[in-house]
Each structure stands twice: as structure tokens, then as C-alpha cells.
């Protein structure tokens, strides 16, 4: 069973926005296209997980997505978390192209595409890091000691996985997407007897979920990017002209004449994303380039946005279900 699904970052639904909000000719947008690609790409790989993972009993395995737990002065975070009243599977998702070598002697995990070679992380330290965590979070929050184990997992099915000769231990670890099952049916044989009771596992659940804090990255201050470099307007799903103009009750394009009641929700969801997550009359109209204070104030009430202060000074706090996908027809960068 699924007790914590998996939804797109907030760092990635940043990264969308500013690449809607920056003019073409912005010199950071190269920066920004090539982090979304990246973010992406790493989304699409944890993504491809999935398919496997509903091949498991819903009655005896719980999924958890998208960890990211407090401990100590830092966090930790994992990407999938499975639990069942035998043992943990903490599984750590790659998404690479072209050839993973893991290079026992530097700890690093050498990433060849296109004869380029790139330095990444080793995930095996890494999934080391997080099992050790894990097990003195369960010890500290006083639940049973259950066994855990930790896999990295690569979901592009096309990664060809390499290592030195006398890295003999490396295919338990490291695995393609496909031999996940075969891993969890092994673990599962290994482990004769169950070390925690149902009630156990469903507290545990129950405190990550409770726990869980989810990054709030300030992306436009990383790239050095301020309010007044974005767009303003509300921009047309179909041909990406801006600004739209409110006519009759409805967005209207002038430049394909295309017209949608909504637009402007996506255009908020950028504003809480990038600028601030309140947002009163006076900014609104700026914001979108609505003329009238009446259209906005009816634009603010029909979205049904929990309020602060009265009268003039009324905020409304924009308040949006970020993890799913933004319907938006905009193309972004290709997968890398």
C-alpha cells in the first residue's frame, strides 16, 4: 500500500515557473533549462519505479515516497522507503544515461555519456549514510530495532553498470530497475521472522508522515534573479503570448484568440512560487495587469483563498496543491 505518494518537487515546480517567467534573451535561462533537465530527468527515474513496485502485496508492504526527515541539526532523505513487520528497504534512485562506473578506491560514481566523463556522488556511501540514520531515528522515537537494508536502484534500463574486478559485493547493492522484485523476495526469504507487529509499523508510518518537512529551496536568489526581472501577465496555454486580457468574464488571447476562464490560477501559482505566498488587490492587478480593483477582488474570491487583515488591507493566502503536475502545454528542455 502507498502511505506516501510521490509528487513532483517543489524545487521542480520552481524551476517550471521561472523558465515561464523569464524573457528569452535572460542570461541565467541556460542555467535554469539546464537544472530543470536535470530535476527532471531524476523525477522521470524515480517515476519509472512504480511499475515495479505494483507488483507488490498492498497488505504487506507499505511505500513511502520522497522522505525527507529531521535529525539532529540536518535532514535526511530518502526516495522510496519500504516497510513490511519483517524489514526496511531504503532504495536510492539513479537515473543515469550512457555508462556508472563505481570507483571503489575514490568513492565516486563516474558517469561516461557521449564520451564525456562527469564526478557524481557515490550513492553506495550514500545509502550507507541514510540506513545508519534511519536506524538511530527508529531507536530514538523508540520503536522496535527492524532490520534494514538499502539498495541503489537505476531505473534507465539502458545504464550499463561497471566497477573494478575486485568490487565483487557491488551487484548486491547496485541493481537495474527490472531485479528490484528478485531483491525483495530475496531480502524477504532471508529474514525468518518478523521483528515488529502491524501497530508498530503503521506508528512508524504515521511519525515519518507527521515528520516528513518538505525543502523550501529559494531558487530565484540561487540564480541571482529578483522580481523585476520576471513577467508579469497572465500567458496563454496555447501559444504563450502574454499578457492575456480579461474580457467578458474570460482570459482572451489577442494573438491566437484563444480564451480560458482559469488562466490566471497558473499565473498565481507562479507568483506564491516565486515572489510570495500572500498576495493582496493592489499587487494582483500589477501582477496579472488587470486595470480594475473589482475584477481582482472577484478573481481573489472565487478562488475561495483563506484571508488575512480586512478592508484595504485583506492578504489572501495563496494556498495551491503544488505536488500535481501543472496543467500547462509549455515545452520544456529535453531529458538528460
Known sequence: ????????????????????????????????????????????????????????????????????????????????????????????????????????????????????????????????????????????????????????????????????????SLNKIVIHRHSLLDKINGIESSVEKETASSKDIKKIIRTLIRKHQEATPSIPERFNIEEKDLLKGVICEVCHHRPLVRKHGTWFCLKCESRNNDAHIQALKDYELLIDSKINNTELRKYLVVASPYVAKRLLQSLNLPTAGTKKGTQYILIFNEGQPQKTKQKHPPII
Open 1 to 168: 500500500m502507498i502511505e506516501k505518494e510521490r509528487i513532483i518537487p517543489r524545487i521542480i515546480l520552481i524551476l517550471q515557473a521561472l523558465f515561464r517567467r523569464l524573457p528569452p534573451n535572460h542570461p541565467k535561462l541556460l542555467m535554469i533549462s539546464e537544472e530543470l533537465g536535470k530535476r527532471m530527468a531524476g523525477f522521470k527515474g524515480e517515476k519509472a519505479l512504480d511499475y515495479s513496485l505494483s507488483f507488490l502485496d498492498p497488505k504487506e508492504y507499505y511505500i513511502l515516497h520522497d522522505l525527507r526527515i529531521p535529525f539532529k541539526n540536518s535532514f535526511f532523505q530518502i526516495d522510496t522507503l519500504i516497510i513490511t513487520t519483517k524489514f526496511i528497504l531504503n532504495i536510492e534512485v539513479k537515473y543515469l544515461a550512457g555508462t556508472a562506473y563505481f570507483d571503489p578506491i575514490f568513492n565516486q560514481l563516474i558517469q561516461t555519456k557521449e564520451g564525456i566523463e562527469s564526478a557524481l556522488p557515490d550513492p553506495t556511501i550514500q545509502i550507507k549514510r541514510q540506513e545508519s540514520q534511519l536506524l538511530k531515528w527508529l531507536k530514538k522515537n523508540g520503536f522496535p530495532s527492524i532490520p534494514i537494508y538499502s539498495c541503489v536502484v537505476m531505473s534507465n534500463d539502458r545504464t550499463i553498470i561497471k566497477t573494478s574486478p575486485d568490487n565483487k
